[in-house]
């Protein structure tokens, strides 16, 4: 899924520090903007998820969807506008033929909704032609690499702008993690 080089590599040392990022970067997103979250179990998937729902203003407790395949959540974005947050764990899913079992296009086509997708590798090529992809790679106890990988250009401002958030720096920058 991800073989280029990331945009940005950043490293969390701690579950709360995870959440942290999430919830930056949850500042900043906008209905309309698709998350893919990869990585082994145990990585840092959902923690960061909780970190993203409360960046939103999300006040229910994120948990992984994995036996119902997708939660939703209430919030707002940065400029107060309601959101749904609609929270993906494909883990479960044995072939692409489960995918038509509940409608996940529907999910990425709500213009008013922020999603979120863990496992996104179950989709094979049914990806949504704009998205922010994350890989998350245990690294120790609970240090973890996270590698952004965006498609298309409001995944590529969203990272600008997380970078600005996160590091204070631009593009290119000593600081930001390139």
Request: aromatic share 8%; net charge negative; glycine share 10%.
């Amino acid at each position: 899924m991800a073989t280029q080089r990331p945009a940005l590599d950043v490293i969390s040392h701690s579950p709360e520090q995870t959440r942290s990022l999430g919830a930056r970067l949850g500042r900043l997103a906008r209905a309309g903007d698709v998350f893919l979250l990869t990585g082994q179990i145990g990585s840092g998937k959902t923690t960061f998820a909780q970190g993203l729902a409360r960046g939103l203003g999300v006040a229910s407790y994120v948990q992984s969807p994995t036996f119902t395949l997708v939660s939703e959540h209430s919030g707002h974005t940065a400029d107060g506008r309601p959101v749904t947050l609609y929270h993906l764990d494909l883990y479960r899913l044995e072939s692409a033929d489960d995918l038509v079992t509940f409608g996940y296009a529907d999910y990425f086509a709500d213009p008013a909704a922020i999603t979120v997708v863990e496992w996104p590798e179950r989709l094979g090529a049914d990806l949504p032609d704009e998205y922010l992809l994350i890989s998350f790679d245990h690294l120790a106890d609970s240090k973890r690499r996270l590698a952004l990988y965006p498609r298309g250009k409001r995944p590529e401002a969203l990272i600008d702008a997380f970078r600005t958030e996160v590091f204070g720096a631009r593009r290119g920058s000593a600081a930001s993690g390139n």
